[in-house]
């Protein structure tokens, strides 16, 4: 089984890198002629379909590349690969159908037609906000620079294909990606194919299989509140599921609770998450003295229709009090401020102003008895004139 395995990789692999633009089934001849013949691969439903010359009463179809590998038996001329379990084909594979118990099989490779490198690179997909999907690609590293691409999708296998109504352009108005509005999540497979055009070269196509639920970027879990007690301390942490279009089994998620101290700096440890499967939490490390910052998010459970990927983180919540620090810095800048205004003030009056115009001498008040008035001293000073001239004329008359 192996060796039959790797020789249909190897001829898979030869076929593809020397016969690059071949057909896409090149069925492999032989001496004589088969009762199997005319296979035909329906891509878009990965249905294999043949014609027999003869009645046999099953069959065995293979379908294998280089990474994976698919068989089934059926009694009718028809296999129908599960989608469910779909391999990509633009990498090439090889088709087989052969007759159990004897020694009549048909073998067909699967070439992509094109240059090869031409087709899209690094394609993914993510659905957000519900019900919208948005779907990027680069150009093959060897496509020409004028080469222009178109994407399909089928929801299921039983839905029609659409091609993209809203693309996103790059360089050369060319096609990088495209927006879904309105996308319905099944738990089936959904069919991605885009195929490149140039006017003068054949371009590889690019196909994909995915499960939407895959892909889906979860919202943040709703409603959640804490609530939370100093004596005895704790909080009381409630949530509800977060809203998708497909879900409503509560028990498919399981959250992962977030609580940091605010105060920590980004060197600090930080506190280990919490991941629960209920609707509920008890935190019992509060402390009303320290403020936290309280965040939550959701993923699905094995089993159920969720991506397993991490969603969206809550809206913070602040627990706890926070340090007074406003006052703090209010009354510190009050008390710089007045500082600053104070030492203003004094160089501003020492550098322009008079010490004896902003203070002038207080006057003193004149002793009625140590001090003689004004009046007194004029009066004593025309008595001293009077003796004065009353002595000279004296001295004048005994002269004469």
């Not at 090439?92 to 490779?109: D, H, L, Q, R, Y």
Request: glycine share 4%; proline share 6%; aromatic share 12%.
């Amino acid at each position: 089984m192996f060796d039959a395995l790797e020789l249909t990789c190897i001829i898979c692999w030869c076929m593809m890198i020397f016969c690059p633009l071949h057909a896409d089934l090149q069925c492999m001849g032989c001496k004589y002629e088969l009762p199997i013949s005319n296979l035909t691969l329906n891509r878009r439903r990965m249905e294999l379909s043949w014609q027999s010359s003869k009645n046999f009463s099953s069959y065995k179809c293979t379908m294998a590349s280089s990474f994976e590998h698919r068989e089934m038996e059926v009694e009718s001329r028809l296999c129908r690969f599960e989608v469910e379990d779909g391999m990509p084909l633009y990498r090439g594979a090889v088709f087989t159908v052969e007759v159990p118990k004897t020694n009549i099989s048909k073998m067909c490779p699967f070439i992509p037609k094109g240059i090869n490198g031409s087709a899209i690179e690094n394609f993914s997909c993510v659905i957000y906000n519900i019900s919208l999907m948005n779907c990027t690609w680069q150009p093959g590293r060897d496509a020409p620079g004028d080469t222009q691409y178109f994407l399909y999708w089928q929801n299921s296998r039983d839905d029609d294909e659409t091609e993209c109504e809203l693309y996103t352009k790059g360089e050369n108005d060319r096609n990088m990606g495209c927006r879904f509005q309105n996308v319905t999540i099944k738990d089936k497979t959904t069919y991605f194919l885009v195929n490149g055009s140039h006017k003068t070269f054949l371009i590889q196509f690019y196909d994909n299989y995915t499960k939407l639920y895959t892909i889906e970027r979860l919202p943040p879990p709703l409603n959640v509140t804490a609530n939370c007690t100093s004596n005895p301390g704790g909080c009381i942490i409630t949530w509800q599921q977060p809203l998708l279009s497909h879900v409503e089994n509560i028990d498919c998620f399981e959250y992962e609770i977030n609580i940091q101290n605010k105060d920590k700096t980004p060197e600090d440890k930080k506190d280990p998450p919490v991941i629960v499967a209920k609707h509920k939490y008890e935190f019992q490390s509060y402390n009303v003295k320290k403020k936290s910052i309280l965040k939550i998010r959701a993923r699905g459970k094995r089993r159920c229709f969720v991506s397993r990927k991490w969603g969206e983180w809550s809206d913070p919540i602040e627990l706890g009090e926070e340090k007074d620090y406003f006052t703090f810095v209010i009354l510190l800048l009050i008390a710089l401020g007045t500082i600053l205004v104070t030492l203003l003030h004094y160089f501003l009056c020492k550098r322009y102003c008079s010490l004896k115009r902003i203070f002038p001498p207080i006057p003193q008040p004149r002793d009625k008895f140590d001090m003689p008035a004004e009046e007194d001293i004029q009066t004593k000073n025309v008595l001293l004139t009077q003796k004065r001239c009353t002595e000279e004329i004296t001295t004048v008359e005994e002269t004469t």
